[in-house]
């Protein structure tokens, strides 16, 4: 069921002309302005009755990437908390637990990223850590 309102505006404006190159106001020009207001969408329900749905935007965020750390025999346990610290912002005890996990588990978790930033970890640790001659290996997987 539709509403309506019709609004009736009524003022008196003034309005410049240039005759012969001179100026006037015009005055008391009358001006009506209605104004027909109702709840009527043309936008809405144009189908006719028939049910449809608006097509969702396919938006998915961007996967995110793991960037982790493998154990092996050789790297001393102070390089690889150096590297947490400098690489992956962590505080000594947080990078310790982890050097530990890795340490014991044969891997660990550095951190997520998005791809872009998740490569550029892993080469600058496997650079840094080849730099320093040890075979630490830093490597991503996606999430
Ligand atoms: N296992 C190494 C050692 O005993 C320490 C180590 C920890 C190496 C973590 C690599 O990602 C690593 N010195």
Redesign the pocket.
Known sequence: MLSASINLVYFDVNIRVEIHKDWHYVRDLNIFIVAIMSDFDPYKDRDGGLATQEAKPKLKRPPLYKVI?????????DF?IEILMDFFAMSEEKATQV?LQ??TQGV?VCGMYSKDVAETKVYIVNDYSREHHHP?MCSMEEV
């Open positions: 750390l493998l154990n092996d025999d050789f790297t001393p346990m690889v050097m890795v340490h660990g630490l």
